[in-house]
């Protein structure tokens, strides 16, 4: 009869597991779904502000800054730890319109490498305008009609100079009338690709994750109750450094306005480079400091092996979202999402990562360890 019993019972028990799970990993993905689309560059992260904050549960003390970065806080005073990551992609901006209706770009921060705007070429973009998103194509003119000059110019590099984009209007008063003004933001256009193997590709794919992440983290805060004071931001204008800094100028910002004693770090780290890189699908990155043990290190290792959640590790690798929390009280760490492709319009991320992430992190405030 025991036995029978134990037979009846240990099916449902798999079922109603592997179904909770099944359900997290659908919900985590449905919330990237949602943000992905958003663009959000610099300087113009207020739409993906605004879905973030209409997600946010009741029982969040919302805050937002000048610059546009949003946190959500629970518990009183200041919180004693603060879970950070960035709002904001790299982007250009329209900085003229030619007679015969065609845009010029231009860069609105400084790129993360030097073969980041070739990526334009050919590709899909959407310029946010005040009437709504349109979509254009980057192209160039056509070889023979350049001149020998630039015709050389752009056999040894990619210039923005060299480059127009086509949104489909034939005049300047055309294209005004569809809504696009100098210095709107123009973004790639957000083509989600899903891949073998619960892998994911597109562009700022881990920054848009790494978002979702903080707002699924949010929603299980308002059952769990922490029993510690912590606050969740969502930092903008994180690709600007702040004058005379290796800091960004976002993250200077949330330092100030937080003043957390413990600050965990979400960012992203390049991925499958070789034997001693990061690879994808063996769980979040630990971003070691040069400056040797870390108490809080300690404590997200200890929780990672009681939970039996994979984490990786690497040593030295510099972030200017964590300098401005280095160098007084605060205790400050990266928990990097592994990317493979990073910066470009094709990142790839694995979602047994993302789920891995994003347990770490919530069992880290659910302990109350970070004290």
Known sequence: MRKRLYGAILPVALWLFFGVVFAAAQDMKSLVKELFPTPSSTGNEEALTAKIEQSLPKSAVKEKDPMGSLYARWGKGEPRLAVLTALDEYGYIVSGINPDGYLRLDRAVQPPHPLFDSYLLGHPVMISTQKGLLQGIVSQPAMHLLTRERREELSKSFSLDLVFLDIGTRSEEEARAKGVE?????TFWPDLSE??????????????????????????LSRIKPSQEVALGWMAQTKFPARGSRSALGAMRAKKKLQPQKVLILDIVAADRGEKSPALGKGPVLVEGKEG??????IIDAIAREKNIPVQSMVGAESILLTPFLGDSTEALILALPVKFPHTPVEVVDFKDVQALKDLVLSLIASGRAK
């Open 293 to 298: 043990a870390s108490k809080l290190k300690d």
């Open 195 to 220: 891949l073998a193997n619960d892998r994911w590709a597109g562009h700022a794919l881990g920054l848009k994750t790494e978002c979702a992440v903080l707002l699924s983290i949010a929603a299980e």
């Open 182 to 186: 100098i210095l709107d933001p123009v």
